[in-house]
Structures are given as C-alpha cells and as structure tokens.
C-alpha cells in the first residue's frame, strides 16, 4: 500500500536485541491528506531510518504493510513501513549541493525500484 501524508509527531527510537541480534524500531505519526485526514502511527525498521527526511512538517510517500496477529485472545495490528522518501515538492525543494564549493557533484539514487518487500 502506499499513501502520502505529513510527518506531525516522531516517538523515541527503540532498540533492543533478538535472536537474530540487535534492532532498532522508530515510530512515526502522519497525517494523510484529503477532505478527512486520518493520522496513523507506522513502525520504520532498522537501516530504513533516515533521520534526515523524517522532520516535523515533512510530507512523506510511504510505502508500508498492514499485519495483524493475535495474541491471548486480543488481535494487534501493526503498519510496517517498508519504503519511504519526500514527496515531490519536498524533494524539490531539498538543496543536493553545498552553495560554498559549485564544483561539489552529489549523486542522489533513484530508490523508485530499490528495497520492494519481497
């Protein structure tokens, strides 16, 4: 699925180990747009954390999955972002060069067709 909305709310990362060794989970609370936005609160995994595009006020693509699963009797359902990047007006805007040195080259991946879930 994939929806695009604005980043209103940043909980603090959690990490841990498991058996397959250490983890880090950060939450995120967006708002969609439309004529009744919704806010909704995704879970980014490990190197899928970039810090620099998750800003209060930036809206985001996201690309995520829905899971639910049960547990004593009780079903809990998790949204799993799996990419996610600005959006079109955000990217534009972001500056790809230091203004100090015109010569600087930054090479900035296309991450369209990188990281699908599966």
């Not at 989970?25 to 899928?48: H, L």
């Not at 991946?109 to 599966?118: K, M, R």
């Amino acid at each position: 699925m994939q929806t695009t909305a604005k980043l209103i709310k940043l909980l603090p990362i959690q990490t841990g180990t498991g058996k397959n060794g250490e983890w880090k989970k950060q939450e995120i609370i967006v708002e969609t747009e439309g004529q009744y936005p919704k806010k909704i609160c995704m879970s980014i995994w490990g190197e899928k954390i970039n810090l620099q595009q998750l800003q209060i006020g930036n809206t985001l693509n996201i690309d995520f999955d829905i899971e639910s699963r049960e547990y004593n009797g009780k079903w809990y359902t998790d949204v799993k972002v799996w990419k996610v990047g600005l959006s079109g007006n955000e990217a534009a805007s972001s500056p790809n060069f230091n203004d100090d040195d015109e010569e600087e080259v930054v090479y900035v991946p296309d991450v369209s067709d990188h990281e699908t879930p599966f």
